[in-house]
């Protein structure tokens, strides 16, 4: 099998948007030298036509078998779906979001593959996530719309709480700025960092991540973004059903971590069309995909980000002539990113 065919399979996950390489990538890959099969209609979601591609170089194929049948090398935005296990061989590298920690059947099944399975959630450089530092901006920004959505707009004195302020905390904080929440309270971990946004807008409340604090801040709470993250390790699920019973009535509870488990005892993975779980009329939001209600705009971030994150890798398989995990294996940064390879579990955080 040829070590320079990328196929790019149409996403199966429901209500999936993305698609991973907008036309531009695609034409700066195959002037790499590698050719691109993308199955039918996979960027239509993303306002990308079949013809968008073709005149980029891509070729299209009409089914999912074709895509992986034919290519070494598969690139996709969300973990495979349970149609796509068996299609999926040992000589196959592919490269998208797992978040294994919150899927035991897909990890069982990707063991069982013998692929190679490329987390981009893992990928780090630096000492940074920065392909989900992409998507957990866009996560941020979108959370915090839903609850305004939720409210119907009426936000004023309705008691906004975000428990962990990293990439999607902070997208969430600056937009409901942007938007005139005025009852804002943050709690996290590192007291120093929200002691820094306070000095910038004084009218935040603070928290330092307790036992206590974290009973204070949930109660009458009409809005909770809960955003943590612990490197692709199953979130733990801290808030309870006490705390959850502090909450208003008809309050929202998104669960930005749904990828990795949930922080709820109630967080049981939704959909789109369907995204609440309801508890003693707490709605709690458990939408895997936030990122994805962004579309088009969401499909050129991600497009961006990843094609930076592999451009160098991607180079040295054409100048090699080598397959895509043999080259990454031997990269310091990407080969930290392997979650699975061989049957073996790599990263035992998941």
Same mark, same amino acid.
């Given at each position: ?178 938007? +005139? ?5 943050? #709690?996290?971990?590192?007291? *120093?960092? &929200?002691?820094?946004?306070?000095? $910038? !807008? %004084? ?116 100048? +090699? ?5 043999? #080259?990454?294996?031997?990269? *310091?940064? &990407?080969?930290?990113?392997?979650? $699975? !390879? %061989? ?8």
């Amino acid at each position: 099998m040829s070590y320079n065919i990328i196929g790019i399979p149409k996403e199966l996950k429901e209500n999936e948007k993305r698609i991973i390489f907008n036309p531009n990538e695609v034409e700066k890959i195959i002037q790499l030298g590698f050719d691109i099969i993308i199955e039918t209609n996979a960027g239509i979601l993303s306002n990308y036509s079949d013809s968008d591609y073709q005149k980029k170089g891509a070729k299209i194929y009409d089914t999912i078998e074709d895509i992986y049948k034919i290519a070494n090398i598969i690139f996709k935005v969300k973990e495979p779906q349970e149609y796509e296990y068996s299609l999926i061989k040992e000589h196959h590298t592919i490269i998208g979001f797992f978040h294994f920690a919150g899927n035991e059947k897909l990890k069982t099944n990707m063991i069982k593959s013998n692929a190679c399975c490329v987390a981009l959630e893992s990928v780090t450089i630096n000492n940074e996530y920065p392909i989900l530092k992409e998507m957990s901006i866009l996560a941020g920004e979108n959370a915090l719309n839903i609850s305004y959505d939720f409210h119907n707009k009426k936000i004023f004195n309705k008691k906004l709480v975000i428990i962990g302020v990293g990439n999607v905390g902070y997208a969430a904080l600056c937009e409901a700025v942007t938007l +005139n929440y005025n009852n804002i309270h943050l #709690i996290d971990l590192n007291y *120093n960092k &929200l002691n820094n946004l306070k000095m $910038i !807008n %004084n009218s935040l409340n603070i928290y330092e991540y307790n036992e206590k604090n974290l009973n204070t801040i949930m109660k009458n709470a009409d809005i909770v973004i809960g955003s943590i993250y612990t490197d692709v390790k199953k979130t733990n699920k801290i808030i309870t059903n006490e705390l959850l019973d502090l909450m208003h009535n008809y309050s929202i509870f998104i669960d930005v971590s749904i990828d990795q488990g949930g922080m709820t005892t109630q967080s049981i993975t939704k959909t789109i069309e369907s995204p609440y779980n309801i508890y003693n009329k707490k709605y709690i939001y458990c939408v895997p995909n936030i990122p994805s209600l962004s579309g088009n705009m969401a499909t050129n971030a991600l497009s961006d980000i990843v094609f930076r994150c592999f451009s160098e890798i991607l180079n040295n398989v054409i100048i +090699n002539k080598q397959y895509m995990k043999n #080259i990454i294996i031997s990269d *310091n940064n &990407l080969k930290k990113s392997i979650n $699975i !390879n %061989n049957g073996i579990v790599l990263n035992t955080n998941i």
